[in-house]
């Protein structure tokens, strides 16, 4: 049965007010409790924006609201490709976020259409959480990415808040999973990353691996 946040992805009024109504609260909502996530999404999105000729994944690109901005700073024939399986949300980033350097694709995070070794970056951004069975999927992110590249995942993790009594398991009846501290590192160690660095800010983490 199809948890409520995935008929929500599934909605095609939420991917309209996604981008720009939905994302900005929810990333504010992140910060409760602990440093500002919103400055380190700014910081984020400043590198991944920084000129380059790369080959960029967005892995659950939700409406491009991400593929977009990445896509807009590469140069040369550098793309950013965004896949997601929601129909609602790609056909939100048709209308709203397409360039000559973005591409849409609709496919499962678990099994994405690529050969291995594609990627200079791959992404999955604020959707970890809402994938009924998430960690095959770390290897899958890992397999695309090139030797060098990098997997770079922003979701949940477990706080001081969301470790209160009924907190997890109230959000997983919605759909929403909260990770334990060292359950995205150790995957992305598991899938073969090297580096791995993880930071937490308020009730998200960032993690980020290079592959050897
Ligand atoms: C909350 S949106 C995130 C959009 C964007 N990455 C961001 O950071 O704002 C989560 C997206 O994950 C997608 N998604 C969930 N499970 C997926 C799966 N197994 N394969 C591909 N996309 C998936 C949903 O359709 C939705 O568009």
């Not at 948890?3 to 992140?30: G, K």
């Not at 770390?138 to 969301?162: C, M, Q």
């Not at 334990?180 to 691996?209: C, F, K, M, P, S």
Request: proline share 6%.
């Amino acid at each position: 049965m199809e948890s409520l946040s995935q008929r929500f992805m599934q909605n095609p009024l939420f991917a309209q007010v996604y981008e720009h109504l939905w994302r900005p609260t929810f990333t504010r909502l992140f910060s409760f409790g602990g440093t500002a996530t919103e400055d380190y999404d700014r910081a984020l999105q400043a590198y991944l924006c920084r000129p380059g000729e790369r080959l960029v994944l967005d892995v659950a690109c939700g409406p491009g609201n991400y593929t977009r901005r990445i896509a807009d700073g590469l140069t040369g024939d550098g793309r950013c490709i965004g896949i997601d399986y929601s129909a609602p949300m790609l056909t939100q980033a048709a209308r709203t976020n397409t360039t000559e350097k973005t591409g849409y694709v609709r496919g499962d995070a678990h099994a994405m259409p690529f050969a291995d070794n594609t990627f200079d970056t791959v992404t999955c951004l604020a959707a970890l959480y809402l994938i009924p069975d998430p960690l095959p999927v770390l290897d899958e992110l890992a397999r695309v990415t090139k030797p060098g590249g990098e997997v770079i995942i922003f979701t949940s993790v477990v706080t001081r808040v969301s470790a209160l009594p009924g907190v997890r398991e109230a959000a997983g009846a919605t759909g929403y999973r909260i990770f334990d501290r060292h359950e995205i590192v150790d995957g992305l160690r598991n899938a073969g990353l090297d580096d791995v660095e993880q930071t937490i800010t308020g009730q998200g983490q960032y993690v980020i691996g290079v592959k050897p």
